[in-house]
């Protein structure tokens, strides 16, 4: 990669993150798809479930993933993380019962 005397300058001046987006904006092969999504289905609603104390308070009391898409669709809630219900397959909801199944019950502690 060869960088010009004026884009140096520039990096220079306003720091690190600059010098790498040149880079990044030269390089021709990209190893990775910025956009593209890694993470499944199930680890992001569970995620976005484990990070909102509403949406935790509420896995607790449910059975199974049946009554909390039914509790949370009264919100207006209709995916989480991204992901739209309708989309999940059999197997991704088995995965998702067994995660409201473990939640069921369960006492949080303030520290």
Same mark, same amino acid.
């Given at each position: 990669?060869?960088?010009?005397? /004026?884009?140096?300058?520039?990096?220079?001046? @306003?720091? /690190?993150?600059? $010098?790498?987006?040149?880079?990044?904006? +030269?390089?021709? *092969?990209?190893?990775?798809? +910025?956009?593209?999504? !890694?993470?499944?289905? #199930?680890? /992001?609603?569970? *995620? /976005? #479930? $484990?990070?909102?104390?509403?949406? %935790?308070? #509420? +896995? &607790?009391? &449910?059975?199974?993933?049946? @009554?909390?898409?039914?509790?949370?669709?009264?919100?207006?809630? !209709?995916? $989480?993380?991204? #992901? %739209?219900?309708?989309?999940?397959?059999?197997?991704?909801?088995?995965? $998702?019962? *067994?995660?409201?199944?473990? *939640?069921?019950? !369960? @006492?949080? @502690?303030?520290?």
């Amino acid at each position: 990669m060869t960088i010009t005397h /004026r884009q140096f300058r520039k990096c220079h001046t @306003e720091g /690190r993150n600059t $010098l790498l987006f040149l880079y990044n904006k +030269s390089n021709k *092969q990209t190893n990775m798809n +910025s956009t593209a999504v !890694y993470t499944t289905p #199930v680890n /992001r609603i569970k *995620q /976005r #479930v $484990l990070f909102d104390d509403n949406l %935790d308070n #509420v +896995s &607790c009391l &449910c059975a199974n993933w049946a @009554e909390f898409v039914i509790e949370i669709e009264e919100w207006g809630i !209709y995916k $989480l993380g991204g #992901v %739209d219900f309708d989309t999940l397959t059999k197997e991704d909801i088995a995965r $998702l019962d *067994q995660f409201i199944k473990n *939640q069921n019950g !369960y @006492e949080k @502690e303030d520290f």
